[in-house]
């Protein structure tokens, strides 16, 4: 089936990842939960890997905690992409204030092995609880953009959405079937659909870090 070759490449993809990010130089411990929020966005893709092994007991929090909130609030990045290289300004911004992730357990992540990447990707030189943000070196930013955009461009013809709500999506049997046999409605589903990596989103400074991983990421098949 494709969805598994899908999977397959999105396994090879996230340790590629983690082969990298054992050299970033991170101030995340475990305890700090600023980040974590339940806006956190993730594909189609990544929760289906996510749903083979969650607790269902997390599972059930994640769907109570859905609101179809993601139509028309989430952009994805290879969306930003486009509209970047044709000039166009991105839409505001949604300025709903975030809750807590719903899956903390106190101040730890109960999943934290299954957490999607950018939940993976999000790290911080400075701890944010004492100054408030996130430092991230513009280097890593790059490199978080690229494996982003391959992500989405291997979930293309997927969708987009807040973790609760696409959880929520995919435990629907009719939209679960739909999802493997490619013809889920993200709009029915309030989700942002997912687009093929057409615009590489990296500033030139960077290419030089970047062109080794893009050849690397290139000979990941779906």
Known sequence: MKIERKLKALRQVLALYDELAGALETACRPGC??????RVT?????ACSLLETLPAAQTERLIRSAGARSHGAVLTTNA????????????????????????LAGDLCPVYALRPFNCRCFVSRAACTEQGYAEVDEATVAVNTLFLQT??????????????????ALTDPEHAQAYREG????????????????????????????????????????
């Open 80 to 103: 930003l992409a486009e509209l970047c290289a044709a000039g166009r300004e991105p839409p505001e911004a949604d300025d709903e204030a975030a809750g807590t992730c719903p899956l």
């Open 42 to 46: 993730l594909t189609t893709l990544e």
């Open 33 to 38: 939960s600023r980040c974590c929020t339940d």
């Open 151 to 168: 992500i989405e461009h291997i979930d293309a013809g997927g969708c987009t959405g807040y973790l609760p709500d696409v959880v929520a």
């Open 183 to 222: 013809t889920l409605g993200c709009a029915a589903c309030g989700l942002a659909p997912n687009r093929p990596l057409r615009v590489l989103m990296v500033p030139p400074d960077h290419r030089a870090r970047i062109d080794p991983l893009v050849a690397r990421l290139r000979e990941i098949r779906v």
